[in-house]
């Protein structure tokens, strides 16, 4: 059987046709950019005035892009993708935290779903942000070398002990960590934690993957340096490739401060970076563990031909796809249909420390040109061949 994304049985072939509907009435909606702003800030005040809106959330938004308000709910989300071959990259989704008192909680609570994710090899990931265990404030000053004082210092020391933990729990236990990119401007400090953190973790194995953003111009180049910084060192390099998540903030703050925009110029430019990061690291795969993170459809397309090509295996354990739980399930589960790694990215969290998440997947999902039309399409096209067998 040829890869097919355009295979809608496959591809929603764990959904009800009430699950196909409610996705569709939610992707509908988030065609209307003037309903999504309103549900947006209807939502963030009703949560703010204590309105009951908890049950409508859950039931719609956060069903469709969040596995659970806690780890077992999570777990058994977890446990119905894996009968179709999909993993999961577990993520607590809880944001916005800024004391040391939240970072310790939050530190606590990852070597919790760690332990508990052990033994379940449908969980073969754990994400992290380093912004979850962080000031924003302390990473910008890391970033741009400012002088710290003692207790900055200190403060900084706690940030990599909480890391390093995290990631010695997850070699413990058999489990991957995938390091967030946060925006260019604290970025430096995340990339030096990470790469002691690989240093440190990866000699026989991948335990900690970086995460390149493509549409940043100078990131192809940083891969690059990274395989080479990993060759000198003896340690393996895990490359997470995405295409970025901050354009408009990142845009925004180069102009206001006037210095070089560090976006790709345009849309094609990205996509020819992100296409060469794959085939870079699909030619050094000795050296480099590659996690393909897109909902591009092209690119998923053209690392399967580069697979076969170079004469590797579908099932190759150091290359995996991913997609994000509630999106583009016409990629992750034909892939996984034809024996690719794929695993998808599964937010977790009470559902009102998760609404900055959602209210970013509603957002996405109005802004990002043919995202929404290509899901609806695809569900469209799927109850279509539902209601046609009923004839």
């Known amino acids: 059987m040829l890869l097919n994304f355009e295979n809608t049985e496959i591809a929603f072939n764990s959904k009800t046709n009430r699950d196909l509907l409610k996705a569709r009435f939610l992707f509908s909606s988030m065609a209307k950019p003037w309903l999504t702003n309103f549900g947006i800030q209807f939502t963030q005040f009703a949560f703010k005035t204590k309105l009951p809106i908890h049950s409508f959330i859950k039931n719609t938004i956060f069903k469709q892009f969040c596995g659970g308000e806690t780890l077992s709910e999570a777990?058994?989300?977890?446990?119905?993708?894996?009968?179709?071959?999909?993993?999961?990259?577990?993520?607590?989704s809880v944001e916005g935290k800024a004391n040391e008192e939240e970072f310790e909680k939050t530190t606590?609570?990852?070597?919790?779903?760690?332990?508990?994710?052990g033994e379940k090899e449908y969980i073969p990931f754990i994400s992290l942000k380093t912004t979850g265990f962080a000031r924003f404030e302390l990473l910008e000053k890391l970033h741009s070398q400012a002088t710290l004082t003692p207790?900055?210092?200190?403060?900084?020391?706690?940030?990599?002990?909480?890391?390093?933990k995290i990631c010695q729990a997850a070699s413990d236990n058999g489990k991957m960590i995938l390091i967030d990119a946060e925006?260019?401007?604290?970025?430096?400090p995340v990339d030096d934690i990470t790469d002691k953190m690989m240093e440190k973790y990866n000699g026989k194995k991948v335990v900690v993957y970086n995460t390149f953003q493509l549409y940043r111009h100078d990131r192809l180049d940083f891969l690059k340096k990274s395989y080479e910084k990993a060759s000198q060192k003896n340690f393996l390099l895990g490359a997470k490739l995405v295409r970025g998540a901050y354009m408009e903030k990142e845009r925004l703050r180069a102009a206001e401060m006037n210095y070089q925009d560090p976006i790709q110029p345009s849309k094609e430019a990205t996509d020819k970076d992100y296409d060469l990061a794959m085939e870079f690291c699909l030619s050094h795969l000795d050296q480099i563990s590659l996690f393909i993170g897109t909902h591009n459809e092209n690119s998923c397309?053209?690392?399967t031909r580069l697979m076969n090509n170079k004469s590797i295996l579908n099932s190759a354990e150091n290359i995996y796809f991913s997609q994000l739980f509630g999106m583009s399930d016409n990629i992750s589960f034909n892939l996984a249909k034809q024996g690719y790694h794929v695993s998808k990215y599964l937010p977790y969290g009470p559902v009102e420390d998760v609404i900055p998440y959602l209210m970013r997947r509603a957002q996405e999902n109005t802004s990002v040109a043919g995202q929404t039309s290509r899901e609806l399409v695809?569900?469209?096209?799927?109850?279509?061949?539902?209601k046609s067998l009923k004839k």
């Open 108 to 117: 606590e609570t990852f070597l919790k779903t760690i332990k508990y994710c």
């Open 301 to 303: 397309m053209l690392a």
């Open 378 to 386: 695809l569900i469209n096209k799927e109850l279509e061949r539902r």
């Open 75 to 92: 777990d058994h989300t977890s446990f119905e993708l894996a009968k179709y071959g999909v993993g999961v990259i577990m993520d607590y």
């Open 151 to 164: 207790e900055e210092s200190a403060e900084a020391e706690r940030i990599y002990k909480r890391i390093d």
């Open 183 to 188: 925006e260019s401007w604290i970025q430096q």
